[in-house]
């Protein structure tokens, strides 16, 4: 049996397919989840993909944060169960208080879309543990709201208890703080990520196929 | 209650001469005649209000409309046009059961208005044409031309504009694969704005606009109807009738994407259960539009009770509803049994929907307002029996005047550092420059099917998304490619010639990746057609595109048709700017455009003559327009499109990029770009050398061969009578374009040229 990861769906989702896709490329079942239901149906994982969630005409992911589907999904982190948030799931997870700090306008008031070149920092994570530690990899990245900002002492923690998961490298794209491209609860199985690995699962379609690790490593620990 | 202020058919009919405000709605006197005599009587001010938006340029193509029958008339024989001109969108079928439909359509003149706004609802807009033909959108682009870069309205423009395409279409999870930006002063105060998106289908899943079948239901859903974009209806509710305090509405529509991305994801699912016996969307003219044309297209009649229309401003007058450009609405017939399922699709995703009228076989569009009757007419004479007009036709007194002064005088480079010098001033030309101030503000990627995107010759998608075992294919992935080009400038000097142009180097755009060119969609953006110079500059160039087609067996789908570009009574350039579609059977085999393979041999395909009317070195560096543009040979388009679909095929070449605007030097200088890789360039013996780098002449490109493919790519390219000339190698340990004998330009030096150009200018 390949393992079972659930991908969210509210009505702006707009990665789901894609996240999807990485999912079975890492050779575990794809799970769509509604966000108007609050069964998980059993998964072992979840997603929370890359969009707009409820239009995010309020902060993003703001509105996401209290819909059915949130709601079962922070009492099973709270529990343990690995959660991955891109993107707009990164904005919701922060909006949830499953991670800290927030996601704010890019630094440069523009939408940014470019490949980008990450430092992955923390392999202890389920959704990171295939990476080499400090290993260096090409994801594409695209947000209107990715600048990660949170309280000095927040950064200092974070830092020095290595819940830091990515860092940008060679040109910060949105103005986070400390280049931070993701990060992880204390716990470790919650990671946001602002980058999208699922858009580099294919050379066809990205610029390569650095993003699978993130989904080989849960399939890997859990197969 | 009975409304003192109604206009009803019976008051209309009973005061024959109470005066109505056409002409400010645009109409000329013949025109409000000829409803008068339709309807036997004067029309409702709610009629008025349907004719004089139906009967507009925009909606009726009452001035193009005779001129664009070439398109028909002198169509290709072809068995691949599923759904021809007329509907929303045209169809194609492009294999395995795949069909494709795609258009492109302006929003020129609310963009400069408020260019967030105006450009954000103009991808909407022709996002909801792709729909409503049953597919689903997978792709945008854009074609811009804004005035100088450094114009201080470019300021404004240009970000606005930018901002509201991404902010529409990344909200959307389109990718924007493709597009141009040029630069002209001649579009200072009125900058062109034509959005384009392909949508996928099966071949048997395509609806069609048409209200069939009496008792159907006529269902109304997506967002409320608002007072945005209503413009001159307000003419209609303040001057003929006198009620208190005018109001200002905003004429330029307002857009929620995620309204829009909520109905496609409904809509595709209604399609998928098969619930819609026709289907319409809303834009321009609004529900006037959507009745008119679905009761004209189907059965014939339709009664329609107004005032169920859900409102997002409850004082809205009927005019006022009928004339609303409100986004993100739909209409669809659908019947009694299936009513239950449809609306339980909506109510999954919060649309709400609303029957507000029946099909009938009355052959009449009836519509009530509370009860009384405020519409009472044959569909058919709005939605299709519109005026025709032939409009004077006379070639511009300064055309053979532009032809005569070629520029033959103007000073060229007359050495190796001159032409090094010129190489940097054309690669950094605002029209040339690099884009991705612009386009990464453009989300690419979503979707996970963009095999290509900006800058690469054409963008490329996946049809099949990869969620399906490909076995059943061979393994291989079926794709499309789309490009789209205009030169204004090559069209002011020839219009007949530059239609024709920018089909050909959309066609080689397509071609060069790989894929066959298949079907053609335009957006024909031209100055006023009351101006009689302007009328030559569309009908030859009309003329030259259906001309075109024919000569290259691809038809045309469908297109778009904007007038009154002009500031004063100065037009734009005139810009027909063409969109190719073609289709590549194995996505994997794509060509790309950088620069890749050590030791790859360099071949330049085509011949190259001495052609600088219109070229980006007289614009750029002699700031000059004049003379004629390149000649076009479409046998040898065709030719050189084989060549490389074969090549792309069979494996023979690393790299393919066409020649346009900058010739062969800035050619080069994008592919290196691209993929870091430097090369050292022979120029052909005998060649002059500043001919060979800079000179337009089309059906040329540049590809890349492997050393190991030599033999078999020129025997290719001899037995099939392409001139081919080796011009050099790539090195990818170099760190320089190399032209020997001529000059040598460090990598870095060129790409510092080619992106400051655009980003210094909106910095930060």
């Not at chain 1, 998980?40 to 509105?63: C, K, N, Q, T, W």
């Not at chain 2, 011009?727 to 032209?739: R, S």
């Amino acid at each position: 049996m390949p393992p079972r990861i659930g991908v969210v769906t509210f009505p702006g989702s707009l990665d789901d397919r894609d996240a999807a896709r990485a999912v079975r490329f890492a050779g575990a079942e794809a799970v769509p989840l509604w966000h108007a239901d609050t069964s998980l149906h059993d998964v072992e994982a979840v997603i929370l993909p890359g969009g707009f969630s409820y239009g995010d005409y309020l902060r993003a992911g703001a509105i996401a944060r209290f819909s059915p589907v949130m709601e079962s999904v922070i009492a099973a982190a709270n529990d343990g169960l690995p959660v991955l948030g891109i993107c707009n799931g990164f904005q919701v997870l922060c909006e949830a208080h499953l991670l800290p700090g927030a996601l704010q306008g890019n630094a440069a008031r523009r939408f940014v879309c470019k490949e980008q070149l990450l430092r992955i920092e923390n392999t202890a994570t389920p959704w990171t543990s295939g990476y080499r530690p400090g290993q260096e990899v090409v994801i594409p990245i695209k947000n209107m709201d990715g600048c990660y900002v949170a309280d000095e002492r927040t950064l200092d923690e974070l830092e020095s208890s290595g819940r830091v998961v990515a860092r940008y490298l060679d040109g910060n794209p949105n103005g986070s703080y400390r280049d931070i491209a993701g990060v992880c609860n204390a716990a470790g199985n919650v990671v946001g990520l602002m980058p999208h690995p699922e858009h580099a699962i294919d050379a066809l379609t990205g610029p390569g196929t650095d993003g699978l690790g993130f989904f080989l490593s849960f399939t890997g620990v859990a197969a | 209650m009975s409304d003192p202020n109604l206009d009803t058919v019976e008051r209309a009919a009973r005061t024959p001469d109470h005066p109505q405000p056409f002409a400010e709605l645009g109409m000329k006197d013949d025109e409000y005649a000829r409803v008068r005599e339709i309807l036997g009587r004067r029309p409702t001010s709610s009629e008025l209000a349907i004719y004089s938006v139906m009967w507009s340029e925009h909606c009726s193509y009452k001035s193009s409309s005779a001129h664009l029958k070439q398109f028909a008339d002198k169509a290709p024989k072809t068995d691949i046009l599923l759904v021809g001109m007329g509907e929303n969108a045209g169809v194609v079928d492009v294999g395995d059961g795949w069909a494709v439909t795609f258009k492109i359509e302006s929003h020129n003149h609310p963009s400069y208005v408020e260019p967030y706004q105006g450009a954000a609802t103009g991808v909407g807009g022709i996002v909801r044409d792709i729909l409503t033909m049953g597919a689903r959108p997978v792709a945008v682009m854009d074609s811009l031309r804004f005035g100088r870069l450094d114009a201080p309205d470019t300021g404004r423009v240009l970000p606005g504009v930018v901002a509201g395409i991404g902010g529409y279409g990344n909200c959307l999870g389109l990718p924007n694969i493709g597009g141009e930006v040029y630069f002209d002063e001649a579009y200072a105060a009125n900058p062109l704005v034509n959005a384009l998106c392909v949508g996928v289908m099966r071949t048997d899943g395509i609806k069609l606009a048409k209200a069939d079948g009496p008792g159907n239901k006529v269902v109304l859903f997506g967002a409320r109807t608002g007072g945005d974009g209503i413009g001159g209806a307000s003419v209609l509710a303040s001057a003929t009738f006198e009620t208190e305090g005018e109001t200002k509405r905003p004429s330029v529509q307002v857009g929620d994407p995620f309204a829009e991305k909520v109905l496609i994801e409904c809509c595709l699912e209604i399609f998928a259960a098969d619930l819609v016996v026709g289907i319409q969307d809303l834009g321009a003219a609004g529900l006037s539009c959507a009745t008119t044309e679905l009761a004209a297209a189907g059965t014939g009649g339709m009664d329609v009770d107004l005032e169920l229309a859900p409102l997002r401003d409850p004082t809205l007058r009927p005019e006022e509803i009928l004339m609303s450009e409100s986004q993100e609405r739909m209409m669809a017939i659908v019947t009694p049994e299936h009513l239950d399922a449809f609306t339980a699709v909506c109510a999954k995703w919060d649309v709400t929907a609303t029957v507000i009228g029946t099909v009938t076989d009355t052959g009449r569009l009836r519509m009530r307002w509370h009860g009384e009757q405020i519409v009472d007419l044959p569909p058919r004479t709005a939605a299709q029996d519109g005026p025709v007009y032939q409009r004077p036709i006379e070639r511009p007194y300064d055309q053979d005047v532009i032809n005569q002064h070629d520029g033959r005088d103007l000073p060229r480079p007359r050495n190796g550092e001159e032409l090094r010098r010129t190489l940097l001033q054309v690669v950094a030309s605002p029209n040339l420059a690099d884009k991705s101030w612009i386009t990464d503000q453009y989300d690419r990627f979503v979707m996970g099917n963009t095999v290509l995107a900006q800058p690469e010759d054409a963008g490329m998608i996946r049809l099949d998304d990869g969620s399906a075992p490909t076995g059943d294919t061979g393994g291989t992935v079926r794709g499309i490619a789309l490009s789209t080009d205009g030169n204004g400038r090559y069209t002011r000097l020839d219009p007949y010639t530059g239609a024709r142009l920018a089909l050909a180097e959309a066609y080689r755009n397509v071609a060069t990746t790989g894929a066959r060119p298949l079907a053609v969609t335009n957006c024909l953006n031209f100055g006023s057609p009351e101006d009689p110079s302007v009328m030559w500059q569309f009908t030859e160039a009309v003329r030259g595109l259906a001309d075109g087609c024919l000569e290259l067996g691809v038809p045309v789908t469908g297109g778009n048709v904007s007038f009154y570009n002009q500031t004063g009574s100065t037009p734009i350039l005139p810009t027909p700017v063409i969109g190719v579609l073609g289709v590549i059977d194995d996505v994997a085999r794509r060509t790309k455009q950088a620069f890749g393979t050590d030791g790859a041999l360099l071949y330049l395909l085509g011949d190259t003559r001495e052609e600088f009317g219109g070229s980006e070195w007289a614009h750029v560096v002699h700031g000059y327009l004049g003379g004629l543009p390149p000649q076009v040979d479409l046998d040898r388009e065709r030719l050189l499109a084989d060549i490389l679909i074969n090549a792309s095929r069979d494996g023979l070449i690393d790299s393919a990029h066409d020649l346009s605007e900058g010739g062969l030097a800035h050619a080069l200088v994008e592919a290196c770009l691209r993929g870091g890789a430097g090369a050292r360039i022979v120029l052909p013996e005998g060649s002059d050398p500043f001919v060979a780098l800079f000179s337009e002449s089309t059906g040329r490109a540049v590809v890349s061969v492997p050393r190991s493919e030599e033999v078999r790519f020129t025997d290719m390219c001899t037995a099939r009578g392409l001139p081919r000339a080796r011009i050099g190698v790539i090195d990818l340990l170099d760190t320089d374009l190399d032209v020997q004998g001529q000059f040598r330009v460090p990598l870095r030096e060129l790409r510092a040229a080619w992106r400051s150009t655009i980003a210094d200018r909106f910095a930060p």
